[in-house]
């Protein structure tokens, strides 16, 4: 008996501490810092990158993870993501190739460099990923 009475009291409180989120999330912009490519050992791609942020909130600066599709960055055009015989990672789209992990990075990041999410004001380093923009934060030359 004591062991059902011990999961209904962890089960409320992991309700309820989710609904106090929901009630004081707000919402926030957040810079790219990092696009890893999601593999399936050995060889296998998925259609995800996981992407970590970064965002300045109270005076102080944390980090995020979270998962994207490549249609969010590439668009609706087809795209090839592959290993060639050095298992060095490949995209190709259209009549582009772009190679290695870090030019697909570099690459991706010239769609999108920032990303919404939903912070809790009280506890700042706990954050979600609500979607991508590619709307540049940075100056720009006129």
């Known amino acids: 008996m004591s062991i059902v009475a011990g999961f209904i009291v962890i089960a409320f409180y992991f309700f309820f501490r989710q609904f106090w989120f929901s009630t004081r999330k707000i919402q926030h912009v957040g810079l790219i810092e990092r696009i890893d490519l ?6 296998v791609f998925l259609n995800e990158v ?7 909130f109270g005076g102080g600066v944390y980090k995020g993870k979270g998962y ?9 055009g087809e795209y090839r993501l592959f290993y060639n015989s050095k298992m060095i990672p490949i995209l190709e789209v259209g ?9 697909i990075e570099s690459y991706l990041l010239s769609f999108v460099d920032t990303v919404n999410i939903y912070i809790d004001p009280i506890e700042p ?3 979600k990923m609500i979607d991508l923009q590619n709307n540049s934060l940075s100056a720009k030359k006129t």
């Open 95 to 103: 009549d582009k190739q772009i190679i290695s992990e870090e030019h």
């Open 38 to 43: 999601c593999i399936i050992s050995p060889d």
């Open 68 to 76: 994207a599709n490549l249609f969010d960055f590439l668009g609706t």
């Open 50 to 56: 996981e992407v970590t942020y970064k965002y300045y």
């Open 125 to 127: 380093y706990r954050s």
